[in-house]
């Protein structure tokens, strides 16, 4: 008889998390799963039934964290520039600790769509929690004059692109431009900054 354990599923849930991450869902199975949690595969089934809803759980924890890497940044007091940037840079360290996440996300997006629908299905409360928000923030710093038109989507396109960009091509470029683990890092500390600066003229009126 199996007992339940939140700190079983916990920790099946993080051996899923990282197998998928390095491997992508194909390559990855309920049985390596069980022996990197430390659990049999039973225990495996038994909490999450399927590695497809094992999959799920891990998805749409991740595409949460994206989310609120880009909306949770807010300080009481800031400037619109100054709650942006910190948007930007929040998402931009988000993906550095997560460095496989955008190539995990693009790559099962593309190969099953039915996952997009299913995740939107599940996230239906971001855009009235996040993105609404923000949008009303953007929309009354162009009515002041301050920033020039744009919509939220325009924006959010650009920052996502500027950021998730470097972490696709960072495993080329280490090998083409042959740096160490030292070089990326400081590439990293350079583009976060520069990509704040580069989106933040961007939004300048005498564009």
Do not use: W
Not at 127 to 144: G, H, Q, T, W, Y
Request: net charge negative.
């Amino acid at each position: 008889m199996i007992n339940p354990d939140s700190n079983t599923e916990h920790t099946i849930l993080e051996a899923a998390e990282k197998l998928f991450l390095e491997k992508g869902f194909a390559l990855t199975s309920t049985t390596e799963i069980a022996r990197v949690a430390g659990c049999n595969q039973a225990l495996v089934h038994y909490y999450f039934r399927t590695k497809e809803n094992l999959f799920n759980s891990v998805f749409e924890k991740k595409a949460r964290m994206i989310a609120n890497g880009l909306f949770q940044a807010d300080r009481p007091g800031a400037t619109f520039e100054e709650k942006l940037r910190l948007k930007i840079e929040d998402h931009f360290d988000m993906l550095r600790a997560n460095p496989g996440l955008p190539f995990l996300i693009f790559n099962e997006l593309l190969t099953n769509p039915d996952r997009l629908k299913k995740l939107r299905d599940n996230m239906l409360d971001v855009p009235k929690n996040v993105i609404l928000p923000f949008k009303a923030e953007l929309e009354s710093e162009i009515a002041k004059g301050n920033i020039r038109s744009i919509t939220v989507y325009d924006l959010l396109i650009t920052i996502v692109s500027l950021n998730v960009l470097l972490f696709l091509a960072s495993p080329i470029l280490k090998i083409i431009a042959d740096l160490d683990q030292q070089e990326i890092e400081t590439l990293f500390d350079h583009r976060k900054q520069e990509n704040v600066i580069i989106i933040l003229q961007s939004l300048k009126n005498n564009i």
